[in-house]
T-cell receptor, first 112, second 118 residues
Framework: TQLLEQSPQFLSIQEGENLTVYCNSS?????LQWYRQEPGEGPVLLVT?????EVKKLKRLTFQFGDARKDSSLHITAAQPGDTGLYLC????????????FGKGTHLIIQP | GAVVSQHPSRVICKSGTSVKIECRSL??????MFWYRQFPKQSLMLMAT?????????EQGVEKDKFLINHASLTLSTLTVTSAHPEDSSFYIC??????????????FGSGTRLTVV
């Protein structure tokens, strides 16, 4: 069973600060995805990283896939209250027909 | 974009009864759908993979006789929680693969079903 360790599980910071969320595994994933989930709703895909060392940017969010495709990070610059939510990393083990392995999630609160 | 509709969004049932949750792909065909369960303040746990026209594949520890999955068409998968008990209360979420290929596919999630067993 492949596991994804996500940290921190809870993070509360002030508006304008930067933060990084980490997702680590001892297993190799064919790709890794980051989702954001609002209470009472399903997760919404933010990004998919596929190539080792890949970096993708989505406005103030920067996603990186480790060279060995075992870890990933999400960095948010100048966090805003609207960034508050649950962020989930999820790994894809096979060729795309497998269910996702989710990390435990990071509950992020940005205080104004 | 691809949309997955899940119904109902909330359901309350009595202990011992069964509840059916529907997951529909609205504008695409989904040969494979997945069912997840999420307890409060926790992450999503894969329960089973639903394949159109064949039996579902269940993850270890998930009772197939309790969580019945039917995927009779390319746009509909159903999850029936049989003889529900309070410990089955959870947030159930379905998802579908929206593209083929090994590196350019997406998973679209339904909006979830909050099941409360009283």
């Amino acid at each position: 069973t492949q596991l994804l360790e996500q940290s921190p599980q809870f993070l509360s910071i002030q508006e304008g600060e930067n933060l990084t969320v980490y997702c680590n595994s001892s297993s190799v994933f064919s790709s890794l995805q980051w989702y954001r989930q609002e209470p009472g709703e399903g997760p919404v895909l933010l990004v998919t990283v596929v190539t080792g060392g890949e970096v993708k940017k989505l406005k103030r969010l920067t996603f990186q896939f480790g060279d060995a495709r075992k870890d990933s990070s999400l960095h948010i610059t100048a966090a805003q209250p609207g960034d508050t939510g649950l962020y989930l990393c999820a790994g894809v083990a096979g060729g795309g027909a497998d269910g996702l392995t989710f990390g435990k999630g990071t509950h992020l609160i940005i205080q104004p | 974009g691809a949309v997955v509709s899940q119904h109902p969004s909330r359901v309350i049932c009595k202990s011992g009864t069964s509840v059916k949750i529907e997951c529909r792909s609205l504008d695409f065909q989904a040969t494979t759908m997945f069912w997840y369960r999420q307890f409060p303040k926790q992450s999503l746990m894969l329960m089973a993979t639903s394949n159109e026209g064949s039996k579902a594949t269940y993850e270890q520890g998930v009772e197939k006789d309790k969580f019945l999955i039917n995927h009779a068409s390319l746009t509909l998968s159903t999850l029936t929680v049989t003889s529900a008990h309070p410990e089955d209360s959870s947030f159930y979420i379905c998802s579908a693969i929206t593209q083929g290929g090994t590196a350019n596919y997406g998973y679209t999630f339904g909006s979830g079903t909050r099941l409360t067993v009283v």
